[in-house]
């Protein structure tokens, strides 16, 4: 059974920083593409940052470039999302996913809010 767990998000002041994590079980995580999508409230899923299987290219949201970084270990079958200079339109549900071309799996979901 595959399950994708994050972790790391809550509360933060603007400008502050939080650092995202998803753990993967019940695949071969390293045969998978990982992405970040949030949800912020009222508004539909967008995606923030990709990271190939190998690590060794991502890509971004124009509104998060230069403040958040995606990175990922193999090794430890986790992909992170460094956000840092948050600001309060980051506010959102964060979502991790597994992505190959037969598949895709969904994590649950972690909070972020950006409020003074």
């Known amino acids: 059974q595959v399950q994708l767990v994050e972790s790391g998000g809550g509360l933060v002041q603007p400008g502050g920083s939080l650092r995202l994590s998803c753990a993967a079980s019940g695949l071969t995580f390293s045969r998978y593409a990982m992405n970040w999508h949030r949800q912020p409230p009222g508004k539909g899923r967008e995606l923030v940052a990709a990271?190939?299987?190998?690590?060794?290219?991502?890509i971004y949201a124009d509104s998060v470039k230069g403040r958040f970084t995606i990175s990922r270990d193999n090794a430890d079958n986790t992909v992170y999302l460094q956000m840092n200079n948050l600001k309060p339109e980051d506010t959102a549900v964060y979502f991790c996913?597994?992505?190959?071309?037969?598949?895709?799996?969904w994590g649950q979901g972690t909070q972020v809010t950006v409020s003074s």
């Open positions: 996913q597994a992505v190959t071309g037969q598949a895709n799996y």
């Open positions: 990271i190939t299987r190998a690590g060794d290219s991502s």
